[in-house]
Every structure is written in C-alpha cells, then in structure tokens.
Nanobody, 121 residues
Framework: QAQLVESGGGLVQTGGSLRLSCAAS????????MGWFRQAPGKEREFVAR???????TYADSVKGRFAISRDNAKNTVYLQMNTLKPEDTAVYYC???????????????WGRGTLVTVSS
C-alpha cells in the first residue's frame, strides 16, 4: 500500500501561488490515480483535483483555471500548482491515491497527513 507525504504548504497572500508536492512510496505509483482533497476549518473534506496514470484530469469547479495537477511517475510524485489563490482556498490539503473508476473519498487506497495552506486577505 502506498504511503504519501505532502509538502509545500504555507502562508500566502491573496493572488499568490504555491506548489504542493506529494511523494509516494511503498506501492506502484504509476498504476494509481493520484489526487488532492482539502478540508477547510469547520467544513467537510472536498475534492480538488485528480490525475489518472495515463493523464486524464478532472478538477473541482471552484479551482478550474487556477489550479493544475501534474505527476512525475519517475519520481513517484504528484504536484498541485495553485495560482490566483483566494482566502476561501485556505484549508488542509491532502494527497490521495486510488482508482479512477472508484474515486470516492471513502474508498481510496491511501491518504497523506495533509499540509496547511493559508491565504491571507
């Protein structure tokens, strides 16, 4: 089973950018769909983006045009480039691994511990 470790979170001003990374180990990274979720204070965890092993991508409507997911199978790493950040993007961001056709937060194979992103107004 894959183990996931996120990095790259921090404090940024409105309109700024951050790039999150998620390093995977212990599994066959290239066979997984990799993705990101986030959980804001007092809110439920929500889907942000996912990328299949062959490059299929979907985004939440709230981040389309601002966030970009990518992966480097040689480095077992998935990235989330976040641009034009808004205060409502403030959340703990979690990396996850699973199957494209069964992409449900309750059915994913592995989760990271999360990295905090804070966007100041």
């Amino acid at each position: 089973q894959a183990q996931l470790v996120e990095s790259g979170g921090g404090l940024v001003q409105t309109g700024g950018s951050l790039r999150l990374s998620c390093a995977a180990s212990g599994g066959i990274f290239s066979t997984y769909t990799m993705g990101w979720f986030r959980q804001a204070p007092g809110k439920e965890r929500e889907f942000v983006a996912r990328m299949s092993r062959i490059g299929g991508i979907t985004y939440a409507d709230s981040v389309k045009g601002r966030f970009a997911i990518s992966r480097d199978n040689a480095k077992n790493t998935v990235y989330l480039q976040m641009n034009t950040l808004k205060p409502e993007d403030t959340a703990v961001y979690y990396c996850a691994a699973g199957r494209w056709g069964d992409w449900d937060a309750n059915k994913l194979d592995a989760w990271g511990r999360g990295t905090l992103v804070t966007v100041s107004s």
